[in-house]
């Protein structure tokens, strides 16, 4: 399988734990980007990586939420101290850098914080 | 701050007939990009068209296409000769030139009888 990889694919957890997703994208891609779609929402945009360097991050993105991709293939999303309100699909993306280059997306990470 | 409008929560369309879906988008820039993106249920997003600004001839591909009115801000599409396998959410997302982040609508749901 050469897309967009993201695990777990469903994750129930406790309020107040911390919790790890994690994303593999396509090979060749330098571009990563974090997405958050809540029920009846589009996605919305957390945060992206070009290689290692964590070049944006959006407001969305609390205290507690941290995203690594320390040798630029991988990524990590970690949410520390979980909120009901942090339930949602968290979903993966890769690009190769340039000009509207497409994005592919991964299957997401759907969360149930309860 | 760039925003994103798909004012048709559902849509229906039988076999074979045409359906479109209407986008607008809001910006103050000139340079930039537009897409629809598929999302089935449980599976993956993926692009089914974009559109440069800076184009004047709208983008098409295959049985989709779009009618892009850049001075009303307009990015509809129109997917002929529907299928059931077209049944989906469709988003319309917007990025500026220069960046690789996505805004997104709220979606749009599309229902398809046989």
């Known amino acids: 399988d050469t897309g967009v990889s993201q695990n777990p694919r469903h994750k129930i957890t406790k309020r107040g734990q911390n919790v790890t997703f994690r994303c593999d994208p396509i090979?060749?891609?330098?571009?990563l980007y974090w997405y958050r779609q809540t029920l009846g929402q589009g996605p919305e945009f957390l945060t992206y990586?070009?290689?290692?360097?964590?070049?944006?991050k959006s407001r969305l993105l609390s205290d507690r939420f941290s995203a690594e991709r320390p040798k630029g293939s991988f990524s990590t999303l970690e949410i520390q101290r979980t909120e009901q309100g942090d339930s949602a699909m968290y979903l993966c993306?890769?690009?190769?850098?340039?000009?509207?280059?497409?994005?592919?997306f991964g299957q997401g990470t759907r969360l149930t914080v309860v | 701050a760039q925003t994103v409008t798909q004012s048709q929560p559902e849509m229906s369309v039988q076999e074979a007939e045409t359906v479109t879906l209407s986008c607008t988008y809001d910006?103050?820039?000139?340079?930039?990009?537009l897409f629809w993106y598929k999302q089935p249920p449980s599976r993956q997003m993926i692009l089914v068209i974009r559109?440069?600004?800076?184009?004047?001839q709208n983008a098409t591909e295959n049985r989709f296409s779009v009618n892009f009115q850049k001075a009303a801000k307009s990015f509809s599409l129109k997917i002929s000769d529907s299928q059931l396998g077209d049944a989906a959410m469709y988003f319309c997302?917007?990025?500026?030139?220069?960046?690789?982040?996505?805004?997104f609508g709220k979606g749009t749901m599309l229902l398809v009888s046989p």
């Open positions: 910006t103050s820039e000139s340079d930039y990009y």
């Open positions: 993306a890769s690009s190769i850098q340039g000009a509207n280059t497409e994005a592919f």
């Open positions: 997302a917007y990025m500026n030139s220069g960046y690789s982040t996505l805004t």
């Open positions: 559109q440069e600004a800076y184009k004047q």
């Open positions: 090979s060749e891609h330098n571009r």
């Open positions: 990586f070009q290689n290692e360097a964590q070049l944006e």
